[in-house]
């Protein structure tokens, strides 16, 4: 039977990023994630990130920012860690959602390529999550987030 999406030149057209689409790294202001304001500069501005940094932070606002709640964003931007408090799980089940809903939340932008080497740290009801991510471009950093989950 013959495939039923589009193909170009044998490949299909819903191909990764990496099947030559170029994605575009742009630069951001940056932020301070530990005191909650934007980085300013030596004369009253507002400092810039980098290419590699302004998507690291977009990562961790991105973890930082509960699904659904704000107008601002679209419905794909964000997490949706308040769906785990109150259902009982397991730690095992607990970790297994929580890289679930990582590797989801962070996969939506086209930077980046992969999420992975996650480590958890319990304490009590919280675990504090960091994990590995790689841009498409091979860079990689470590992010991490609080999440409560019962």
């Known amino acids: 039977m013959p495939s039923l ?3 170009s030149s044998g490949a299909s057209v819903l191909s990764p990023v990496s099947a030559g689409r170029q994605v575009s790294f742009g630069r951001s202001w940056r932020f301070d994630f530990e005191r909650g304001d934007f980085v300013p500069t030596a ?3 507002v400092a810039m990130s980098s290419d590699v940094q302004a998507w690291v932070e977009w990562c961790r606002k991105a973890l930082l920012t509960a699904r659904y709640r704000h107008l601002a964003y679209g419905r794909a931007y964000g997490q949706e860690f308040e769906d785990l408090i109150g259902r009982g799980l397991t730690r095992e089940a607990a970790e297994a959602e929580v890289r679930r809903m990582v590797t989801e939340c ?3 932008d086209p930077r980046t390529a992969s999420v992975g080497n996650f480590a958890f740290d319990w304490a009590g009801d919280a ?3 960091t994990c590995e991510i790689a841009s498409v471009r091979g ?3 470590s ?3 609080r999440v409560v989950v019962s």
């Open 5 to 7: 999406l589009p193909t």
């Open 43 to 45: 004369t009253g501005g």
């Open 106 to 108: 962070l996969t939506v």
């Open 127 to 129: 675990v504090y999550v």
């Open 139 to 141: 860079e990689s950093a």
């Open 143 to 145: 992010v991490g987030v």
